[in-house]
């Protein structure tokens, strides 16, 4: 039997897995902030899903969320076209301007509705173990847990299935455009998994966890390798390790769960910036006084041998 | 209605309060918002409306209470460094500025929680407020907050319009001030700490999570109105004010409302007016700008084939029947028609009425179209002699750039090529003085002995009709490049 010590904690290293893989591309396309976009401009669509149901039955929600999401998405990159507006203005605008709508509506119903927006922000994971699903008269164990999995899996399957495409993609979409791969399908797939990502997690853990999950363990991981590959299995660690650390931060200063693994990524963060080997800081210091110690004949010409014209001939 | 004259008789002091502090909000917010969006820094507000939450809880723990002035200086250091923090990551590292600007607002915040949480775990006395903090409660808002909080934006305004001309030029071509001596950083810091200043006096009235938009939809709604960046920091301002006149109204004839969120549905509502109105920019204004456009090509390709019919068969009295320019152009029975009358209606090209009935270029008409054909052979002449292109693949181009060359790129072409005859395809470029060429003339003398076989042509009256069209013609305007 598991503890809800340990629901909680696989909660949180379901959510910071799921983050990390999406999340890794997300900073990799340089959209980072698409997350925290979605995030916030999917409460009116929980809140809609809340009271059309009349019941905080989760799969309405989410997919009620899932909808905004896709729609913040697609509203931000025509405004930013038919608009002309910079990319992250008009995301501003959207967002935002969806977020105010959702607690406008919550404050309309506000009688009936028993979500607030502090619990959209800052989640409750510390009330997973009681979220059960009750399936048949069987107890079946926490529902977001089950939700994460199922979300895990599908971006495990995403990006192993897409890899070589996401990789192209998220290196360089007019290479991927020209070797004619469906550059659009690859973009609303990984905005898709973001969205759905990001709603499952929230739930749980809360819009700014979310955008930390997403953000900053692949952020750390990019300061350590050059490989696609190495770069999502260290953001999954990075994820995972911040997630522990922060369920026993939070049961030792007595803080909200959330915060503390955000405060457990931002310091993994500090530290890999510091001493990470080449793009660290250290690393960078290193680098320049090596260039710096240049010895003249050191490097002299002759070291590598330059065809003379004869040899062109 | 009745509400509505209460309201703006401003006799409750309460409302004086909540409405002037929500309008300094609006229109300091509004202003700097502009540069923020200009140096494309929209989103760094909210981050910086995220990364001041731990501020305002340690100066909550260090004053043991609700001290606005240590509240602010609180969430002002926070605001700083989460700046710099950003600031110094982009710098110094291969993260992107986005990446560095989403972890800072989200290791802030939740930075934030866990000190907001510890507070109300240690159970100080007096902190609920805190919460307002998050999604601000400008109906809260008393005589001292707003004394402090409009002092602020005063100051932010003053700040603004002093040093507006070198906020102007690092916001535009930073490099550009460096080079003649601005202090580049400290205006950029001096802009960093205004925006700061801003975000500090804001979240009060609609806290954390929205505070960025009210940086950034009034700038952007104002984009649309103007290119002075004068008259987009007013209108920035004006939209900023309306929505925070507008939120609070809301917020005082329906109480539970939250003024905050209803500031930003408003200045959204603006946003969406402005991005279909406004005049030029608008989406309304630039559907009809390129059906003008789009009506005016297909003109000139009209123009086009006619000339190129006659240049087909050498001669400029057959009448063209209406099916084959159609043909041609491959256009709908319907644009064909708007169209023609179009052609017709400026006097560049006449209409023939017997059999077969059909069209004629007026002098006027084939003026224009020679100028067309003319950038059209001198664009391919140019593609293939200095870019170095293929001849068969100018054509598309050229097809496109001969309606967008002026007179004077007309001019510099015909310099830089020295006025050749022939174009890539070996076909004559038509120049304005071949009028008078004794080429044209002989096709006119044909064309003359031709006239009795040739049922489309009737002199008389038709043909003053075909030299009396002078007026709407651009050809004459713009091409004096012609005689040289």
Known sequence: ?313 | METLIEFFSLQDPNIRYVLAGTILLGVSAGALGCFAILRRRALVGDAVAHAILPGVCLAFIFAGGKDPFMLILGAFIFGLLSMATMDFISRNSRIAPDASIGMVLSVFFGLGVVLLTFIQTTGFVDQSGLDDFLFGQAAAMVGDDVLVFGGLSALILVITIIVFKELKLVSFDPSFAQSIGYPVKRIEFLLALLMVLVITAGIQAVGVVLMASMLIIPAAAARYWTDSLRVMLLIAAGVGALSGVTGSFISYTAPAMPTGPWMVVSAAFVFFLSFLLAPGRGEISRYFQKRKLSRRVACENILKTLYSMEEEDGRTDRVRPGKELRKRRHLTRRTMKQVLSSLLRRKLVTYYGGTPDGYLLTPDGRKEAKRLVRVHRLWEQYLSQHLQIAEDHVHEDAESMEHLITSEIEEQLRTSLGSPELDPHKSRIPYDTEDNEPSTSNSDEKARKDKGGSPGYKPGGKSGMIQGGKSGNRAGKKGKGGAS
């Not at chain 1, 809609?48 to 905004?68: C, H, K, Q, Y």
């Not at chain 1, 929230?202 to 363990?217: D, K, M, R, T």
């Open chain 1, 1 to 313: 039997m598991i503890t809800s010590t340990g629901w909680i904690i696989i909660t949180a290293i379901l959510a910071a897995s799921s983050c990390a893989l999406v999340g890794t591309f997300l900073v990799l396309r340089k959209m980072s902030l698409m997350g925290d976009a979605i995030s916030h401009a999917v409460l009116p669509g929980i809140v809609l899903a809340f009271l059309l149901t009349a019941s905080r039955n989760t799969f309405p929600m989410l997919i009620g969320a899932g909808i905004f999401g896709l729609f913040t998405v697609w509203l931000t990159e025509e405004l930013s076209k038919k608009g002309r507006i910079f990319h992250d203005a008009s995301m501003g605008i959207v967002f935002t301007t969806l977020f105010a709508i959702g607690v406008i509506i919550i404050s309309l119903f506000a009688a009936n509705v028993d979500i607030d927006q502090e619990c959209v922000l800052y989640g409750e994971i510390a009330y997973v173990p009681w979220d059960l699903w009750v399936w048949r008269g069987t107890n079946m164990g926490p529902r977001p847990v089950w939700i994460l999995s199922m979300v895990l899996v599908i971006n495990i399957s995403f990006i192993t299935l897409m890899y070589k495409e996401l990789k192209t993609y998220s290196f360089s979409p007019q290479l991927a455009a020209t070797l004619g791969l469906p550059v659009g399908l690859i973009h609303y797939g990984l905005m898709g998994t973001v969205s759905f990502t990001t709603i499952a997690s929230f739930e749980s853990v809360g819009a700014i966890l979310v955008v930390a999950l997403l953000i900053v363990p692949p952020a750390t991981a990019y300061l350590l390798t050059d490989r696609l590959h190495r770069l999502l299995l260290l953001a999954v660690l990075f994820g995972i390790t911040s997630a522990v650390g922060g369920y026993y931060m939070a049961l030792w200063i007595n803080s909200s769960i959330a915060g503390a693994i955000a405060v457990v990524n931002g310091m993994q963060f500090a530290l890999v910036f510091i001493l990470a080997p080449r793009y660290g800081l250290l690393g960078r210091k290193l680098a320049g006084r090596r260039v710096n110690k240049y010895e003249p004949g050191k490097y002299e010409p002759g070291l590598i041998s330059h065809p003379e014209p004869e040899d062109l001939r």
